[in-house]
């Protein structure tokens, strides 16, 4: 796709982002002035070595082992609260998202599955928009949806529960049950780490079983 097309998606996704944190009242303009600059200090870093933590996540043996262990740690370690917020719940969902999509990845890399296109290839030519592409999009989009939801739904009433149970919290009251640590961290880290996983390697093989690749 055409860079300056790129650009202006970029900018408009992060324009969107920016003012729907203020006018949710989640974060100040400050607050959202720092995490923009943090952001554009993170892409300078980071994105030198992008291809080579790409390239270690998909062919490395151990590296579904290492990124959970390393998602984990982050979740854990990264920061303690004197009152309950949001934001530790937030860090725990990205974290797990984060892990479910690369060992989803990592799992399609070794088994040959949803590679890359060679760059020989690119750019790649779109198909013309018919009734029938349209219609095969829409259904994709739907199936896709409806397994991501019941994977969240499902991993939820079993996680929270089961944390509780572990971790001898009551669960009488389950919103005051999930704002504890030990029971909030593994329910959103499991929860979306399998939602993650599910997106990238699940529905992707779903399907093809049910030809819709």
């Not at 097309?5 to 203020?22: H, Q």
């Not at 919290?169 to 704002?179: K, T, Y």
């Amino acid at each position: 796709y055409p860079l300056m097309f790129g650009l202006i998606l970029a900018f408009c996704w992060c324009s969107l982002v920016c003012c729907s944190r203020i006018y949710m009242g989640m974060h100040s303009i400050l607050d959202v002035i720092a995490g923009f600059l943090y952001a554009i200090l993170i892409l300078v870093v980071f994105h030198p070595v992008v291809d080579l933590i790409d390239n270690f996540n998909l062919t490395y043996k151990y590296a579904p082992f290492i990124i959970i262990s390393l998602h984990l740690a982050l979740g854990i370690f990264s920061f303690t609260l004197d009152t309950w917020s949001t934001s530790r719940g937030d860090t725990a969902q990205i974290l797990g998202c984060g892990a479910g999509v690369a060992c989803g990845s990592h799992l399609n890399y070794i088994l040959g599955l949803q590679l890359d296109p060679p760059p020989h290839s690119l750019p790649l030519s779109l198909s013309s928009l018919t009734v029938a592409v349209f219609g095969k999009a829409i259904l994709r989009l739907l199936v896709g949806v409806v397994v991501l939801l019941l994977t969240k739904v499902a991993m939820k009433k079993a996680t929270i529960p089961l944390a509780c149970q572990i971790f001898r919290v009551p669960h009488d009251d389950v919103r005051r049950a999930r704002q504890r640590m030990e029971v909030e961290l593994p329910y959103r880290y499991i929860t979306y780490g399998m939602v993650g996983f599910s997106l990238m390697f699940v529905v992707p093989c779903l399907f093809h079983l049910i030809g819709l690749s």
